[in-house]
């Protein structure tokens, strides 16, 4: 069984590597990076561009698995890609869903470790693979990309250690209005009304919100009944937001009371 595993995980990271070296270069052409590292000085967006190479990946690729060794940092320039852990005897726990201006792979890129994780993209997307002796000379050069860098990385491990306490404390209610809120800061606003989109499957948000599929659809009907949301397929109409946010403010204050 062991050696089957790392027979595929060897034949996975092989067709990794043949992702890499089949992508074309970006070259000196850094418009398309530059748009989505958002805040990174322009000299450090050409240097990253300098040696990135553009990934396609059709739906369902994937871009790395858990175990492989890093080679560099991805940038999300188009698509979705999900990040997840497979742990034994348990289903896949999706721990991140990354959009366009994302990046992700700079933990096994600092720590110089494997990828503790998967990436898959969750639709047709366009990557930008950076080296790591790229990344690694800009972080050295930019004071400022370096901190950009260890802020989100410090921002990812908040968010992570708080889903992890949420499961314990947080209802499946207040988890996914939580989930909501934080998709609208780019959604297209109306008044108090906002239409979002949920990032991909719900049986992919479910796992990611750390709930069922099932129990995700329970509490969508809920909000439903509530008048709290209108449910379109992916499609989410938030009638109201100042009331949504209300009742997921009014929930975390029964639950701080009960400290």
């Known amino acids: 069984m062991a050696a ?25 052409s ?9 805040g990174v000085a322009p000299t450090t967006a050409r240097r990253l561009a300098a040696g990135a190479t553009t990934i396609r990946a059709p739906r369902r690729t994937s871009i790395y698995t858990q175990g492989d060794k890093s080679t560099g940092l991805y ?14 005897d348990l289903e896949e726990r ?3 869903l990354h959009g366009p201006g994302a990046w992700f792979g700079e933990g096994a890129l600092l720590l110089d470790e494997p990828h503790l994780v998967t990436a898959t993209s969750l639709e047709d997307s366009k ?3 950076i080296p790591s002796p790229a990344v690694l000379r800009c972080l050295r050069q930019d004071k400022t990309f370096a901190l950009r860098l260890l802020a989100e990385t410090l ?7 708080l889903d992890s306490t949420a499961a314990g404390w947080s209802s499946a209610r207040q988890r996914v209005i ?23 499957a719900k049986q992919v948000v479910a796992s990611r919100l750390n709930l069922t599929p099932e129990t995700l659809s329970r509490v969508f009907r809920e909000l439903s009944r509530d008048g709290l949301v209108i449910v379109d397929g992916l499609r989410i109409l938030i009638p109201s937001m100042g009331r949504l946010q209300a009742i997921h403010e009014e929930g975390d204050g029964v639950r701080k009371k009960g400290y």
């Open 178 to 200: 939580g989930f909501l809120l934080d998709k609208t800061a780019t959604a297209q606003r109306l008044k108090d009304q906002i239409t979002i989109e949920l990032p991909a």
């Open 30 to 38: 850094t418009a398309e990076l530059s748009s989505v590292l958002i």
């Open 155 to 161: 921002r990812r491990l908040r968010a992570a250690m």
């Open 94 to 96: 999706v721990i991140a």
């Open 127 to 129: 990557l930008a693979h």
């Open 4 to 28: 089957t595993f790392r027979a595929a995980a060897s034949q996975q990271e092989s067709e990794n590597h043949r992702l890499l070296r089949s992508s074309p270069k970006i070259g000196s």
């Open 75 to 88: 940038v999300v320039i188009s698509g979705m890609v999900k990040l997840s852990l497979s742990l034994p």
